[in-house]
């Protein structure tokens, strides 16, 4: 308790804290300003274009990120995959890779004048792939998420699928199911708990995306601005322009804000359970 307390507790408390006051250069230094922070906040353009985005971004990607990861985990826990442990490893493998590394990896990948991307360039002639410019710098970074996580998510419905009885399978193979039913009314029935755990923190990761937009930010500046997403302006403000009180308010309302989005989709995923 001691320990949840120093390291989850105080720091937020601290947070809340620093909301509370606000920097006056003109008026005797910092000064107590009560909700004015949050005011301020919610009638930010700023905030809300970068929450914008990653709601987008949220919608698009998970999606996508979730369904490949099932497809993987039901074809590796099918009989009829060759190799099923070495692909299992493959597909994780990418999770392994810190997140600034893999980001920093397909910035090279991606960027225009030197990687794969220049060389498809210059052997088509023109500019053809454009991974960093502002019409698909999005979705490269949603392709960055998704190689890095789906072998996570992965495992998740993995390990959900061995743990299924296999009195279910034999019950459907007597009622006469093939595959494919088996996968509909058996498989995706009693992983439903997993698949709400992968949503959850999926949507979670989606709201703090930070490291893959600041990481390439310095090949596409045009493209990634400083408040890209609420965590880039959040941590711009602080360490580039030391509103340490704004960025505090910023990070507790994009922290409210995810905890009843995930609430809200955990709550509608139990009902359907149910």
């Known amino acids: 308790m001691v320990v949840f307390a120093l390291v989850f507790l105080a720091p937020i408390a601290y947070a809340v804290w620093l909301s509370l006051f606000r920097e006056q250069v003109f008026f005797g230094g910092r000064q107590f300003v009560g909700l004015a ?29 979730l369904g490949l990861a099932l497809v993987a985990a039901l074809a590796i826990d099918s009989a009829r995959l060759h190799a099923a442990g070495f692909f299992r490893i493959v597909i994780f ?67 959900a699928l061995k743990v299924v009885p296999h009195d279910l399978y034999e019950a459907a193979a007597i009622d006469g199911a093939g595959a494919l039913r088996t996968v509909v009314s058996v498989k995706l029935p009693a992983i ?51 509103q340490y009180d704004y960025s505090a308010t910023v990070a507790i309302v994009m922290g409210v804000i995810t905890a009843v989005i995930a609430y809200v989709v955990q709550l509608r995923g139990s009902r359907k359970g149910v």
């Open 37 to 65: 922070n949050y005011a301020a906040v919610l009638g930010d353009g700023k905030f809300w274009e970068s929450f914008l985005r990653v709601s987008v971004f949220l919608v698009v990607q998970v999606p996508v990120m």
């Open 93 to 159: 493998l990418p999770y392994a890779v810190p997140g600034v590394v893999a980001a920093l990896m397909w910035g090279f990948i991606y960027g225009d004048h030197f990687g794969l991307a220049a060389d498809l360039n210059e052997w088509l002639g023109r500019k053809a792939v454009e991974p960093l410019s502002g019409d698909w710098v999005l979705a490269s970074i949603g392709n960055i998420v998704t190689w890095e996580f789906v072998g996570y998510n992965m495992l998740i419905l993995y390990s």
């Open 192 to 242: 439903r708990g997993a698949l709400m755990i992968a949503t959850i923190f999926s949507i979670i990761g989606s709201f703090q995306l930070f490291n893959e937009p600041n990481v390439l930010r310095s090949l596409a500046p045009n493209a990634i601005s400083t408040f890209y997403t609420p965590n880039m302006y959040a941590y711009n403000l602080s360490f580039g322009g030391q």
